[in-house]
Each structure stands twice: as C-alpha cells, then as structure tokens.
C-alpha cells in the first residue's frame, strides 16, 4: 500500500457550474489527494456545443447575427473562466500538487472520456447530479457514460441532501 501512495498520480475531476461538481472537488481535495503529493489535479471544464439555430424555411426559426453569436460565446467563455477559477481557488492549500485546468468544448460525456483517456488519467473524479431514472432516461448520465467508457477507476461523489428546511 505504501508503495501505491508514492506513486505519481493523474486525478482528473470534472467540474460546471452545479453545486455537485464543486462539491466533489472539495470531497476529493479532502480525501484522494494529499497536501504533499506529487499528484497531478487536472480540472475540465465542457462547454457544451452551442446550439443551432437557423431560418431556412421562414417557419419560425431564428437567424442570429454575428454580434449575438459573438455575445453568446463570450458569455460561454466567461462562464466556464469563472468556473475555473473557483475550481483553482479551493485547491490553493496544495502544496506539492500540480494543478492544471483545461477548457474543452464539446458533449460532455465524450470530452471526459477523451481527455481522460488523452492524459493518461489514473482516476476520474465527477460529482453526480442525482437525477431519478425517468429524467435520467431523458437527458443521458454523463457520470454512467463515463463508467461505462473509460479505462481508469471513475469515483462519482453524490452530494448529500441538505438538511434544511425552509421556514
């Protein structure tokens, strides 16, 4: 065992802009990664594709100009800095840990395994959105693809129900 903890490792954790991603980076930074390592902390950032939208046929689609597209990328842009930053700001406390932080775009559920794959990650880190099995049906599971597609060990960290009650 002592010899695995000596070892140089690859920890990818994937992170937006939802509490449960930033929770499972916190999860990871408290319990997979030590102060004094020499491991590796890569945060991923997907933005996810931009979509289309077009007025081909007059039937009500939308054709925007290039100032609005050019608005909506810098916002996109902004949005996964800021995310970013975040990420890089609870990982300040490390020591000896290599923090590397990338932003990709793309379907999320392709651009993690790729770039898992693409650094040799020796774990993948994700937080889970905890969506029940209808919706889940509905809009895929990024954390059950990646399980199912990539080669390293995956640790999904579940956000715990928060015990508050509004009053």
């Not at 916190?26 to 890569?42: G, H, M, Y």
């Not at 840990?97 to 993948?124: F, S, W, Y």
């Amino acid at each position: 065992m002592a010899d695995m903890a000596a070892k140089e490792r690859k920890i990818l954790v994937a992170v937006d802009e939802g509490e449960e991603s930033m929770h499972a980076l916190s999860w990871c930074l408290k319990n997979v990664i030590s102060k004094n390592s020499k491991d590796t902390l890569a945060l991923l950032y997907v933005k996810p594709p931009r979509a289309v939208y077009t007025a081909i046929d007059g039937t009500g689609g939308y054709l925007f100009s290039s100032d609005i597209l050019a608005t909506m990328d810098k916002y996109s842009n902004d949005v996964a800095e800021c995310v970013v930053d975040k990420a890089k700001k609870m990982c300040k406390d490390l020591h000896d840990v290599k923090v590397e932080t990338r932003i990709d775009h793309g379907d999320p559920r392709d651009v993690i395994c790729e770039m898992t794959q693409n650094l040799g990650a020796d774990m993948l880190v994700m937080g889970s959105h905890g969506y029940g099995p209808i919706k889940r049906a509905f809009l895929g599971s990024v954390s059950n693809h990646c399980v199912q597609n990539v080669q390293c060990p995956v640790l999904i960290v579940k956000k715990p129900k928060s015990t508050a009650t509004n009053n």
